[in-house]
């Protein structure tokens, strides 16, 4: 049954005017991601207790079996050649003491990719085919107290089910969990702030309350609204009374005086803790995070966050990790935020699914408002084995839960219920667009919905476009003024743009619009056409200042990612539609940041135009041995008023950015695709010859930034530059050691590829190599890796002893390195 307001029905028309939220962690729950037996294949009779798994091999989750690799040409390149699909089996043993026999257990899963189905003790309990979807199962019935139970899944995705890496197997987190018969249910929470101001903010707080219990109970309920100096700001408490076998909801609104709001400049969140207490007991304790902020969506004003308006600087984002593959990990999902900050980035769009939910606690705290997508496919196919198969069965059930999963959240501002869905091209694809809109509606009536489109012709002429709130537009940068033109009241925003790809450090001379096949990499001066729908950065800044009232932009992407190793690859009818084209390729060249999280050169053109810290970058690398007095491009970003550019000590004199036409030939200056302005990029040719290339940014007439690149010398060194020297030794925490082949004086050899061997000792262990080049057949599970151009990857794990852990870099020729990182 929909629950729309009429007043809501009303505000849908032209604009969004809601209050905050918080998002969700459970007390109470144990961590079930250690001690699992894992074996691939499907011997028959593995869900049973007594089925002999002596010689399983032992792993803790989060896992994900196919970035062991190895890579092979028979795996789709489009997943990432490597093996998403096969069927797997997991099995835990597990004893729960007889003094929880009263209590309820249950099991929760964040994510299995996928076709996951659970057994226990031999019973079949339940399965979930959408790999991104969260989901707990009853454990109770079933489980034999004071002695040994068996939790046994199986796992059996499909070839030819996504258009990108999804990973394959237990990839989230597992929680054991144990309660009372009466208590908080999963996603028991849901907090709104229906009135936020500067004096006070009105938190709503709707809680549901389950009594499993077979005799009729009443109970206190208590909620405390905690700041983060662990005062208590507000409380409030209530008697409930609850029928047997029952659940209730019950309502609550706490005023929070002078609240301190959650924002991008200042994501602040409070604690909001509820209690359900018998007498002085507590039966159960349940914790939310809460962020007071409102958003507002107008087709005039835009978006506004606390009232002031914020454009999106945006990045879709697929969710595997790189190196590290699908397996959900803190840490790394962090770094890969915090590099997109460092880029200027506000926004993200889970592309093309639900994210883990650390992704949103990790936006909630760094500031980082989400589009929280849902779907890339409804009933018609995109890939034979995608989302198409579930969706008549499975669709509100996984559409209901993310939205229940992720509503507490203050970074989630907007829910996406699809992709380029194909129904655009339909005459009643409107309908489903309707069905999933209303469902959204349903569950959380704060927060509009949209949808990335690809045809607008279709979407547009057949209704679907007007079904949902917020209209997203996907590479149709030169199609903006008339569509608001046509649709003056409708909400806009580029929700895929640029998708221009290129390969870190790769320059290829002359600049080009074409990508050389022969060497598998993109010319990193970014004038270069990807696909047939890409365009360069440069394009769409200009379309998003042409077009004041559209919300900004969602870049494709923040990182490279597994699969999808556009421009190469395609389809191949050899390989019976397998992407395998131009093979070795397996992962994207897409984003500003390779999949190792160095930054391309187009990071410090985002940058450029995204922060106001004072930057100037310059490129390419100085080293062309061979084309002395030769012209080289040289291109300087930055968001400073001019730069100077000083090569071998002379100054070349300064350009004054968005004014001084570039020397750059016509032909790749413009308003086109393929494409760039000199607005966003300040250009010269230089006769090469070896010394160095300095630029200097200034503002208002003062030297502020400074980039110097030096032509290197021969090879001769490692450095190793951890992220983090200090970790947590919980098994979990990582450090990213960035490794560099250097001349003598420590400058960047641009092209070296030398093989590195590293060596751990200590309270460590591997956790992942990798180059950022989509083209690498090199195992991401080793200890050793080439660089590309120059540069390689480690990464490295805690485990749960504190101490040192000492890595050690060789390789033939060079001087080798030793980093040493704390764990505690
Ligand atoms: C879009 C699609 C994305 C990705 C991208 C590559 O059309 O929505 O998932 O495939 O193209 O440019």
Request: glycine content about 8%; proline content about 5%.
């Amino acid at each position: 049954m929909l629950r729309k307001s009429f007043l809501f029905i009303l505000l849908l028309q032209f604009s969004f005017s809601f209050g905050q939220l918080g998002s969700e962690a459970t007390n109470g729950d144990v961590s079930f991601n250690s001690g699992w037996l894992f074996q691939k294949g499907d011997p028959s009779g593995a869900e049973k207790s007594t089925f002999k798994d002596a010689d399983w091999h032992k792993l803790n989750l989060p896992h994900d079996w196919a970035i062991e690799g190895p890579f092979d040409k028979k795996y789709n390149a489009r997943t990432g050649g490597l093996p998403v699909h096969g069927t797997a089996w997991y099995r835990k043993h597990f004893t729960i003491d007889k003094k929880y026999a009263a209590q309820q257990i249950a099991i929760l899963f964040d994510g299995v990719m996928n076709n996951s189905k659970v057994y226990i003790n031999g019973t079949y309990i339940g399965e979930r085919p959408f790999g991104y979807m969260g989901f707990e199962l009853d454990l109770t019935p079933y489980i034999t107290f004071g002695e040994e139970n068996v939790i046994a899944v199986r796992v059996a995705p499909e070839d030819l089910a996504s258009r990108w890496y999804s990973g394959a197997g237990i990839y989230r987190n597992t929680y054991l969990k144990i309660n009372n018969p009466v208590h908080i249910p999963l996603w028991g929470t849901y907090i709104t702030t229906p009135k936020v101001s500067d004096e006070k903010a009105t938190v709503k707080i709707e809680t549901t309350i389950k009594n499993a219990d077979g005799k009729k109970v009443s109970v206190t309920l208590e909620t405390k609204i905690i700041d983060g100096l662990n005062n208590v700001v507000a409380s409030s408490s209530q008697k409930i009374g609850l029928e047997k076998s029952s659940e209730k909801v019950v309502i609550d609104e706490i005023v929070v005086n002078n609240p301190n709001r959650w924002g991008i400049e200042n994501p602040y969140l409070y604690d909001v803790v509820t209690q359900v207490k018998k007498g002085n007991i507590i039966l159960d304790e349940y914790s939310s995070t809460l962020g007071i902020r409102s958003i507002y969506f107008d087709a005039k004003k835009g978006f506004l966050l606390n009232e002031k308006p914020v454009e999106f600087n945006g990045v879709c984002m697929h969710h595997d990790l790189g190196p590290l593959g699908g397996a959900v990990n803190y840490r790394a999902t962090e770094r890969q935020m915090q590099i997109m900050q460092s880029m200027g980035v506000n926004a993200l769009r889970t592309s093309h699914n639900p994210p883990s939910p650390e992704m949103l606690q990790i936006c909630d705290k760094l500031g980082i408002v989400v589009l929280d997508e849902a779907f890339d496919e409804w009933k018609i196919p995109k890939v034979i084995n995608g989302y198409n198969k579930y969706f008549d069965e499975w669709h509100e059930r996984d559409l209901r839960d993310m939205i229940k999963r992720d509503r507490n959240h203050p970074s989630v501002i907007m829910w996406s219920i699809g992709n380029e869905i194909i129904e655009q091209r339909e005459k009643d694809g409107w309908k489903v667009a309707k069905m999933l809109n209303d469902i959204c509606h349903d569950e959380d009536h704060t927060r509009p919905t949209t949808a990335g489109f690809n045809n607008y012709g279709g979407a547009f002429k057949n209704k679907l476009a007007y079904q949902i709130d917020i209209v997203g537009l996907n590479y149709k940068p030169f199609d903006y003024a008339a569509t608001v033109k046509d649709n003056p009241d409708m909400i806009l925003y580029g929700s895929e743009t640029s998708s221009q790809t290129s390969s870190r450090g790769t320059y290829a001379l002359p600049i080009t619009h074409d990508h050389k096949k022969e060497t598998l990499e993109v010319s990193s001066y970014d004038v270069t056409v990807g696909p047939p729908w890409a365009y360069p950065p440069d394009v769409e800044f200009d379309v998003q200042a042409e077009n004041p009232t559209f919300l900004g932009e969602f870049m494709w992407t923040g990182f490279d990612y597994l699969g999808e190793p556009t421009p190469y690859g395609g389809r191949d009818n050899s390989t019976d539609g397998y992407w395998n084209a131009d093979w070795p390729v397996h992962a994207s060249y897409f984003a500003p940041v390779d999949l190792c999280g160095f930054p391309k050169d187009r990071y410090y053109l985002y940058q450029s135009q995204w922060t106001t810290e004072p930057m100037v970058h310059v490129l390419p690398h100085w080293n062309w041995e061979g084309k002395e007095g030769e012209e080289i491009p040289v291109f300087a970003y930055t968001n400073c008023d001019e730069v100077e550019l000083i090569v071998n000590g002379k100054s070349l004199g300064k350009k004054i950015k968005g004014v001084d036409t570039t020397d750059i030939p016509a032909e790749f200056r413009g308003f086109e695709k393929g494409m760039y302005t000199s607005k966003y990029r300040l250009s010269w040719n230089v006769p090469y010859q070896p010394g160095s290339l300095r630029v200097i940014g200034y503002k208002d007439g003062k030297a502020v930034a400074e980039k110097i690149i030096n032509t290197a010398k021969k090879a001769s060194k490692i450095r190793l530059t951890a992220d983090r020297t200090e970790i947590t030794a919980d098994g979990k925490d990582l450090s990213f050691i960035e490794v560099d082949i250097t001349d003598a004086d420590g400058n960047l050899i641009p092209n070296a590829d030398n093989q590195v061997q590293f060596t751990i000792e200590g309270a460590g262990i591997l956790a992942a190599v990798g180059n950022g080049n989509p083209a690498s057949l090199e195992s991401f599970q080793d200890t050793k890796i080439k660089a590309f151009n120059g540069k390689c990857l480690f990464v490295v794990k805690s485990t749960e002893a504190a101490g040192n852990i000492t890595v050690s870099a060789t390789s033939n020729g060079l001087e080798s390195s030793k980093i040493i990182v704390k764990t505690k």
